[in-house]
């Protein structure tokens, strides 16, 4: 339970709240949700204010009958406010991509339609994917906000964030035989600049993505999995 700082009804954020959810959150991935559930609540109330007892309680009340699912509540005075996902004011048809116009802020990310010509022929030892989910690591948050930290080695501008990607293969090189991909392939792997509809990617980055993992999961696993291997036996 996390106390707000500032009293302003109109303020949303705070560097400690910040950081007490961030831990409820990582701490949530890591601990079975039948063994231990947490419920992160932000009040504006001081502490000795009934009304930011009421509203702790509410909420646990909710969550131990089962009447709601939202474990990040904010409340400021009586409004309770929890997070919704809604429609995007970007409507594009077709292939779609991040763009950044600048490095420094998130605020800078856009989704446009895809810059690239993707009727073009496939490279030999590629293949063309159409990128289901995409894994986020702490460089790609470098790559957007402290580039300088983020250590790409063998660019002179880091590429696009976005590495760690799952995954249909849509078209392979016609030129190809013995091709180690069918198209329809769920496949899983690492790139570059992969918060896009589609990509080419090398054959070498890619594996077929287990049949008892979704397309979230396998996002999740190759830098991960890639770390871990190099800890192990380097």
Not at 70 to 95: A, M, P, T, W
Not at 137 to 147: E, I
């Amino acid at each position: 339970i996390g106390k707000k700082l500032s009293t302003a009804a109109a303020e949303c954020s705070s560097v400690v709240g910040a950081g007490i959810w961030g831990l409820v959150r990582s701490a949530s991935l890591e601990i079975d949700v039948d063994t231990l559930r947490m419920i992160c609540i932000d009040t504006d109330a001081s502490h000795d204010n009934i009304d930011g007892l009421d509203q702790v309680l509410a909420e646990v009340y909710r969550i131990l009958n089962f009447d709601s699912t939202d474990l990040e509540v904010c409340y400021r005075g009586n409004e309770r406010f929890v997070r919704r996902l809604g429609k995007s004011e970007q409507h594009i048809i077709g292939d779609a991509e991040l763009s950044l116009s600048s490095r420094g802020s998130l605020e800078n990310m856009v989704v446009k339609p895809s810059a690239i010509d993707f009727l073009r022929s496939i490279p030999d030892g590629h293949v063309e994917v159409a990128v289901h989910a995409v894994g986020l690591n702490f460089k790609d948050v470098l790559n957007v906000l402290v580039p300088d930290e983020a250590a790409y080695v063998g660019f002179d501008t880091p590429p696009l964030p976005g590495s760690d990607f799952a995954g249909t293969v849509a078209r392979i090189p016609v030129t190809n035989t013995g091709h180690p991909f069918a198209i329809g392939d769920k496949v899983y792997g690492i790139g570059f600049g992969l918060l896009r509809s589609k990509s080419h990617v090398s054959v070498d980055c890619i594996a077929k993505i287990p049949s008892d993992l979704s397309f979230e999961a396998a996002s999740a696993l190759p830098t991960v999995f890639l770390t871990v291997l190099f800890a192990l036996k380097e």
